[in-house]
């Protein structure tokens, strides 16, 4: 790996620019037809080799939600270079906890913040477990 800037947290050093992953899981912001270009092209091999290209480079983070294309890529990622990414996990805000997907939007739709905010907590909850 490269020699890049870096810093140390916690005993965990990041390079000081962490990889995105809008533009590989088809989360553009520009259209639904590059989102779904982007989903179809980078398969978690495809996106392994962007992860091995940011390795060579000196970036070794990434930064990305709970997502099982990307976990699928780091994983991947770790084998073909033999070094894990550190990976800065977000959470995907629009979950909801299983069978409460119709309460979250109801919350939202009433200006109901509190329980809206108690169920997308929840969902944090369940999202985190999933990794494990």
């Known amino acids: ?8 947290i916690e005993g965990v050093t990041i390079s ?28 978690a091999q495809r996106i392994a080799r962007v992860f091995a290209r940011c390795q060579e480079l000196g970036v070794n983070a990434v930064m990305g939600p709970l997502h099982s294309r990307l976990a699928e890529a780091l994983d991947e990622t770790a084998r073909l270079t033999g ?20 309460a979250l939007q109801a919350a939202r739709a009433a200006g109901r913040v509190d329980e809206a905010t108690a169920i997308s907590r929840a969902s944090l909850a369940d999202q985190a477990a999933e990794l494990k």
């Open 83 to 102: 070094q894990a990414m550190v990976w800065v996990a977000t959470t995907a805000a629009d979950r909801a906890p299983a069978g409460q997907l119709d």
């Open 16 to 43: 000081r620019v962490i990889c995105g992953t809008n533009a590989l899981l088809g989360y553009s912001h520009v259209s639904a037809g590059r989102d779904a270009w982007a989903r179809e092209y980078f398969t």
């Open 1 to 8: 790996m490269s020699a890049f800037p870096s810093l140390t």
